[in-house]
């Protein structure tokens, strides 16, 4: 399911509405994610506090959206733009890709809460298909 | 059995008590039809699926979005005793309708976004576990009597 010409414009029309507010939607979302989602808190018990709106989960939310905003800069080539991201999660984080969808769908609940009205069936669809893309480009150096 | 605590319940019913079924329904089957175009595999006999503007425009969609979340409702005034709540629609979707039961997680997640963009701060992260764990339950119940 690869992005067509029509995808590609939506998501990059939707991220100029909603990249200013990126850090809040990484933090929100992340923070969401190890609420609805408690098994993703493994990956950081090394945080000393990972409630929603704490510094670590704040800090990585913003991150999280950097890694976004690159994958919409590459969004021609979304696999090679994302290869050095693509080994740090293969071989040091070694996140369970099946990870990837959760956080995809928070970032979705979020964009959905904080931009109802931007966030069409059509914004929709292409920016599904943009999550699944980035997540299999994070997957592509796993094995 | 499934374990609901005191919040989730209550967070269940306030959710459903907020939502127009009329409006929701619709919204969320036809943004499933959208996203997830697949599933519109089930809906040959609904006309004119050909675009999002159609979609969304289609009065058959729109009718059984709101039978959807009718049947929704059942699970919310018997939070207790959902198994056997859709034990009949399970084997109505499984025997009659042919639907993978994967797709009952991809309207789940669509209705999850429609609730998310209508009730916007309110729909905190506490809220959509519960919401979640309500979804998953149903989503359960619904494929548990295929063969």
Same mark, same amino acid.
């Given at each position: ?8 414009? #939506? ?15 990484? !933090? ?42 690159? #994958?919409? !800069? ?15 999660? #293969? ?31 059509? #914004? ?12 299999? !480009? ?6 | ?14 959710? /459903? ?7 929701? *329904? ?16 089930? /809906?040959?006999?609904?006309?004119? +699926? ?20 009718? *049947? +929704? ?23 009659? +309708? ?12 669509? +209705? ?18 519960? /919401? ?16």
């Amino acid at each position: 399911m690869s992005l067509t010409e029509k995808d590609k414009a #939506a998501v990059k029309a939707i991220w100029s509405k909603i990249s200013k507010s990126g850090d809040a939607i990484g !933090a929100e979302a992340l923070g969401r994610m190890l609420t609805v989602y408690p098994q993703t808190k493994t990956y950081f018990s090394h945080w000393s506090d990972l409630s929603p709106n704490s510094t670590p989960v704040k800090n990585h939310g913003k991150t999280v959206m950097g890694g976004v905003a690159l #994958a919409v !800069a590459k969004i021609d080539d979304i696999t090679n733009g994302l290869t050095a991201l693509s080994e740090q999660h #293969a071989f040091q984080l070694r996140v369970d890709p099946a990870n990837f969808k959760i956080l995809s769908h928070c970032i979705l609940v979020v964009i959905a809460s904080m931009f109802p009205k931007d966030f069409t069936p059509e #914004a929709h669809v292409s920016l599904d298909k943009f999550f699944c893309c980035v997540s299999l !480009a994070l997957a592509e150096k796993y094995r | 059995m499934v374990e609901w605590t005191d919040f989730e319940r209550a967070t269940i019913q306030d959710i /459903f008590s907020k939502i127009d079924y009329d409006v929701v *329904g619709p919204a969320a089957l036809s943004r499933c039809l959208i996203v997830y175009p697949w599933t519109q595999r089930y /809906f040959s006999k609904f006309g004119n +699926l050909y675009n999002a503007a159609s979609i969304m425009g289609n009065a058959m969609v729109a009718k059984h979005g709101t039978i959807i979340l009718h *049947g +929704l409702d059942r699970g919310v005034k018997n939070m207790d005793n959902m198994k056997e709540i859709y034990a009949e629609l399970s084997v109505l979707h499984s025997d009659k +309708l042919h639907v993978d039961p994967d797709n009952f997680k991809l309207i789940s997640d669509c +209705l999850t976004i429609v609730i998310a963009a209508q009730f916007g701060k309110a729909f905190t992260g506490e809220v959509q576990a519960a /919401f979640q764990k309500f979804m998953a339950v149903v989503v359960s119940s619904m494929g548990r009597q295929y063969h």
